[in-house]
């Protein structure tokens, strides 16, 4: 979806975000599990196929009709200024556009810079066909990816959730009850979809539906995969039947909330912890 340029081959190391960011480089970093634009050395745009991309925010999540993106991007030619015709031509207001953006910005960011993903090469010149919308500093982009990998951490630390199909499971009596944001989720976790899968389908940020199936998969509500591969790659994992193998183990599928690796006391702090989440969101 980004305009064709030839890649930059960078010799000895794989570009920075940062070091990009002090030459005020302008292109595209491409990573193992997306891309992030910058202008000037400011972060100006993100997408990674983990993440669904503004127009499905928009589209899916209601604000847009199918028609009018299709016309946007007809008009302009994804040439630099979809964002801005969606303005001028009065379907959506500078605010608007400016807070799906910075959504759309900081979810993709989060995964293409995020653990397991990394820069491979940087295409000098490339452009997003969003078009200039509201540029953020490349060091809040980063701070804000590791605040989200900790806060994920906090609520339930089992990463395998985040790609593998969601499982339903059913909770026992001290599950707290769901939301009717993490009810949307459960109806279509049928075993099949993954979360990536689920918040393309509701129109929702990727990110915010981690959170939510974490705090399903604390509580009980869905399954808990055992982790198939070492935490680092290339690292051999513990030795089966080990102390080590049977910490880093996820709950048995068949124990409730109640009896997962966790004193009730954890579990109260987790509780606080979604609760305090809940009302920042």
């Given at each position: ?6 890649t ?15 030459e ?11 891309t ?7 972060v ?17 999540g ?15 030619g994804?040439?630099g200024?979809?964002?801005?015709f ?11 556009l400016?807070?799906c ?9 989060y ?7 990394g ?38 630390p ?5 790609t593998a199909?969601?499982?339903?499971r ?5 599950a ?8 949307a ?13 689920i ?23 869905v399954?808990?995969p055992?982790a198939?591969?070492p935490?680092?790659p290339?690292?051999?994992?513990p030795p ?9 183990a996820?709950?048995a599928?068949?124990?409730?909330p109640?009896?997962v ?21």
């Open positions: 979806m980004s305009l064709p340029h030839r930059v081959a960078r010799a000895g190391h794989a570009p920075s975000l940062t070091g990009l960011a002090d005020r480089a302008s292109g595209a970093l491409l990573c193992d599990a997306g992030v634009y910058l202008r000037d050395g400011q100006v745009h993100a997408e990674s196929p983990v993440a669904p991309g503004i127009e499905v925010l928009l589209t899916t209601g604000r847009l009709t199918p028609d009018s993106w299709r016309e946007a991007v007809g008009r302009t994804r040439a200024g979809v964002g801005r969606l303005v001028d031509s009065g379907r959506l207001s500078d605010a608007e400016e807070i953006h910075l959504g759309a910005l900081f979810d993709a960011a995964f293409a810079l995020g653990h397991g993903s820069p491979r090469g940087f295409q000098r010149g490339a452009a997003h066909w969003l078009g200039p919308v509201r540029p953020v500093g490349a060091v809040a982009v980063e701070r804000e990816t590791r605040r989200r990998g900790k806060l994920l951490d906090a609520l339930w089992y990463p395998q959730v985040d199909p969601v499982v339903l059913r909770p026992d009596g001290r707290p009850a769901v939301t009717p944001r993490q009810r989720v459960l109806a279509l976790a049928d075993g099949v979809r993954t979360p990536a899968r918040a393309r389908e509701l129109g929702r940020p990727a990110f915010h539906t981690l959170i939510d199936i974490r705090r399903l998969a604390a509580a009980g509500h399954a808990t055992r198939t591969r935490e680092h290339g690292r051999p994992g089966a039947g080990s102390a080590a193998s049977a910490a880093s996820p709950p599928p068949d124990r409730g109640g009896a690796a966790f004193t009730d006391p954890d579990i109260d702090l987790l509780r606080r912890l979604r609760d305090a989440l809940e009302a920042s969101l």
